[in-house]
Structures are given as C-alpha cells and as structure tokens.
C-alpha cells in the first residue's frame, strides 16, 4: 500500500477542518443551540476564509505585500450583481448563481492581470502602495457610476441625470446608493448560502493547495525565496508572480459575489482600505504561507469580537489582547521552540510502527 505523503496529509486535515466546522454548525442548528446572531455570522466567515486563502498566495507564497483585495472584492461584486438584476428571473437561482459567480471571477482576473503587468515589477512597500491605491481608485469609480437596463439593452453613465432610459427600463447602480434588492432574486435558495459559502470555500482551498504543490507553485515560491537563484535557472519571475496575483484577484472575486448576494443592500462604501487590512491581519496572525492558519484565524478573529459583545467596554481590550497572543505564539522564538518540543513530545508517546523485513 503506497504510503501518504506529507502534503497529501496536510490538504485532507484542512478539507477536514472546513468539513467539520459545517458539520458542527449543523448539529448546533438542529438542536436549537446556534443563536440567531452566529447564525448571521457564517457566510460572512466564509467570504473572508475565501478572501484570506486567496491573498495568502500572494502574500505567503508569492511573497508579495498586497493592500488591493478590497478592490477584487468590489469588482467581482458589483459585476456580478449586474449581472444577476439584468438577467432577472429569467435564469433559475442556482445556474445564475453559478454564472455570477463565474462573472464576478473573470472580470477581477481581468483586473487582476491589467493591474498586475505593470504592478508586480515593483517590490515592497512600493507594491502594497500602488495595490492600496487601486482599491481606492475601484472604489471612487463605482462611486460615481449609474447603470441602468431597459428594452435597448444596458446604459452606463456618470450622473444619475445623464442616464436616460425608456418608460421600461430599470436604474440597477445608482453611485454611492450602490445595488439594492439583489439578494431579493435568490429569496429560494437564500437558506442554503451557507451551503454554497462551504462548497465555495472547498474549491478555493482545491485551487490553492494544488496550485501550491504543482511545478508553477514551487516556481512562484522559489521567486519568494530567492528572486536572483531563480533568475539564474531560467525562471520567468515576472510570470510566476503574475499567475498568482491573478488567481488570488479572481478567487477575491468569487468572495465578493458571495458578500454582494448575501446583503439586501451592496454599496461601495464597505470595500475600503480597512477591508483589505483586516483580510491581511487574517493572513498574517494565522500564519503567513500557512493555509490552515488562515483558515483558523479568520474564524476565531472574525466570530470573537461578537462573541465578546457582552462585555461592552472591555470588548476591544480583550480583542486586542487575543490579537498579541496569536502574534506572539506564531512568531515569538520562544514559543515556536516551546511547539516544537511539544510536538517531539508527543510523537515520542505515539505507537511506533514496526519495520516489515
């Protein structure tokens, strides 16, 4: 029997992980533990697990500082919800579901390659910049954006005056209002977001851990490691960085399809700049290049401050306090050799298996 290897072993604990937490929530559901306000709080979780394992192969394995996921976000959301007020009722909820998601994620892999060709030649706090930058320039375009759908197709225009439309026609963007009613078209399978949320966050992490372990991953983390060694052997560093940066806009993209159809109300506002250092706050206290650490930090740091509501003031205080605690048991020196002497520990205790002759 061909043994496991490592990695095969790490990818199965983290589809387990994403398995068990749904499974749990189930339980807690059926047996009327799940109170109404974790409830609300499970597809949100899985639109920022999808947007931190997706910037993770940016930042851990492309080693590359992006400040932009707000912006994919937006991108993928607000065209997704055009798409899904435009096509109406005249597509079923689950394929135009399905294609929304597919749209959201083309259109901020198209962003995500325009933005990356020039971009990704920088290095540093220049690249974190010019990505903060064109989140903010997303945000202020869409601001000022009206869309409107009638019987002579779809009209775009910058003001809310200059956009004439027939006595049939429609207003879907109206600027800094933004989108309403689009959740509103998915009222039949709203019950089952969470459902979609999980299936969405296993494909993610289908896409990544793959993408991680095949020849181009070991490409894109050699540039990280050391950009010069990989020039010398032929590597196009450039390319490697630039087929990350897309996959992680596109999947950033898919997370906003789901943030943009799970509200009543989408509007541009939400998708600043603290959106996308939350996301990396995420990435970072979980581990950096580590895709179970995100998985694990994005729920415990995105249900605690809800959690904590209870008590008041202090609420921030202890968030905080949580904070430096997972930064210092990642990272700290100390605590990384306290883990790994544990670990020895353990191993130690286990069975060991006997070798066959």
């Known amino acids: ?45 899985c639109i920022y697990i999808i947007a931190a394992v997706s910037l993770n192969l940016v930042v851990g394995f492309s080693g590359e500082l992006s400040l932009g996921h707000a912006g994919f976000m937006c991108v993928g959301a607000f ?21 929304a998601i ?15 060709i020039p971009v990704l030649r920088l290095r540093g706090d220049y690249l974190a910049i010019v ?22 197709g779809l009209h775009v225009a910058t003001s809310s005056a200059s956009l004439q439309l027939e006595s049939d026609g429609t207003q ?36 990544v851990q793959n993408l991680v372990n095949s020849r181009s991953g070991r490409a894109i983390t050699s540039t990280r490691d050391n950009r010069i060694a990989a020039e010398s052997i032929g590597i196009n560093v450039t390319k490697y960085k630039l087929m990350a940066f897309t996959i992680s806009a596109a999947l950033a993209g898919v997370a906003g399809v789901l943030y943009a159809h799970n509200l009543a109300s989408l ?36 249900v605690l401050p809800e959690m904590l509501r209870g008590f008041s003031t202090y609420r921030m205080l202890i968030y905080s306090v949580v904070l430096i605690a997972m ?3 990642n990272w700290a020196p100390a605590s990384r050799a306290f883990r790994e002497r544990l670990r020895e520990r353990i191993v130690s205790y286990l069975p060991k298996k006997k070798k066959e002759v």
């Open 79 to 99: 065209s997704s919800a055009i798409f899904s007020q435009v096509a109406g009722s005249s597509i079923p909820s689950v394929p135009r579901l399905i294609l």
């Open 102 to 116: 597919l749209i959201g994620a083309v259109v901020a892999a198209i962003f995500g390659l325009l933005i990356g």
């Open 1 to 45: 029997m061909k043994k496991m290897s490592k990695t095969s072993k790490n990818n199965l604990i983290n589809y387990g992980i994403v398995i068990a937490f749904y499974v749990i929530v189930q339980i807690l559901s059926a047996t009327g533990n799940l109170s109404n306000l974790l409830n609300g709080l499970l597809v949100p979780l």
């Open 327 to 329: 930064m210092l048991f």
């Open 131 to 152: 990505t903060l930058a064109f989140g903010e320039i997303i945000k202020n375009l869409i601001n000022i954006l009206y869309v409107g759908v009638d019987s002579k």
């Open 172 to 207: 879907i963007l109206k600027g800094a209002l933004g989108i309403s009613g689009t959740s509103v078209l998915y009222k039949d399978i709203k019950n089952s977001y969470f459902l979609i949320g999980i299936i969405l966050v296993l494909i993610t992490l289908f896409i």
């Open 267 to 302: 509007k541009v506002s939400t998708f600043d700049y603290n959106m996308s250092i939350l996301i990396l706050v995420y990435v970072v206290l979980g581990g950096i290049g580590s895709v179970r650490g995100s998985i694990i930090a994005t729920i415990i740091l995105y």
